[in-house]
């Protein structure tokens, strides 16, 4: 299957610091990306839809200021977390679907942890 | 409101045995479905993908479609302790064929 990458695997930061997490797509171009979050023992939470060229598409409760998406290329996305405080430690997840109406690839998943 | 309904569990099984997983689906012209595993602290990883009415298999792992029910199944043949983990079903629905409908999981636990 296509290959994406995302790094860090873990991140401590303080309270009021930003983190940037990067998801690569390495063997496919995607035009999309999408950036979930997920709390222990809860199921995946759609965050945003990361477009190649364009602007993110939030998720209703998601404060696009607070967690910045860029796609600057079709194998690059990231989400920036601004300010981070405490309750925004949590599982990151990006992924991108091979094509159009296919299977979505995951990369390996960012464990932020806010002290 | 589109959805995909799945059993939370736990499902528990002896190991060896046929583990059954389950999901529904509310828009009647999805397309395609999918189930991933995904082990705790882990992301979710791709099993199967099924697109047209019937069975699909792929070495212990058969996926079943209905779509007249509305139905996706996941079989786990000679299940191993190392199934053990979450099952996640997912399905676009029709007209967005770039956003996945998640179903929120089943637990799966295999008993040595």
């Known amino acids: 299957g296509a290959v994406v990458s995302q790094h860090p695997s873990r991140v401590i930061c303080k309270s009021g610091t930003s983190v940037k997490i990067e998801c690569r797509s390495l063997d496919f171009q995607a035009t999309t990306m999408f950036w979930y979050r997920q709390f222990p023992k809860q199921s995946l939470m759609l965050m945003a839809t990361s477009n190649e060229g364009s602007k993110a598409t939030y998720e209703q409760g998601v404060e696009k200021d607070k967690f910045l998406i860029n796609h600057a290329s079709l194998t690059l996305s990231t989400l920036t977390v601004t300010s981070a405080h405490p309750e925004d430690s949590s599982f990151y997840i990006c992924s991108a679907p091979w094509g159009a109406g296919t299977e979505a690839f995951f990369g390996q998943g960012t464990r932020l942890t806010v002290v | 409101q589109k959805e995909v309904e799945q059993n939370s569990g736990p499902l528990s099984v002896p190991e060896g045995a046929i583990a059954s997983l389950n999901c529904t689906y509310s828009?009647?012209?999805?397309?395609?479905f999918f189930w991933y595993r995904q082990y705790s602290g882990k992301s979710p990883e791709l099993i199967m993908s099924?697109?047209s009415n019937g069975d699909k298999e792929d070495g212990r792992f058969t996926a079943q479609l209905n779509k007249a029910s509305q139905y996706v199944s996941l079989l786990i043949r000679d299940s191993q302790p190392s199934d053990s983990a979450t099952y996640l079903c997912?399905?676009?629905?029709?007209?967005?064929?770039?956003?996945?409908?998640w179903g929120l999981g089943t637990s799966l636990a295999v008993n040595p």
């Open positions: 099924i697109y």
């Open positions: 828009d009647r012209v999805s397309q395609s």
């Open positions: 997912a399905v676009y629905p029709a007209g967005n064929n770039r956003k996945l409908i």
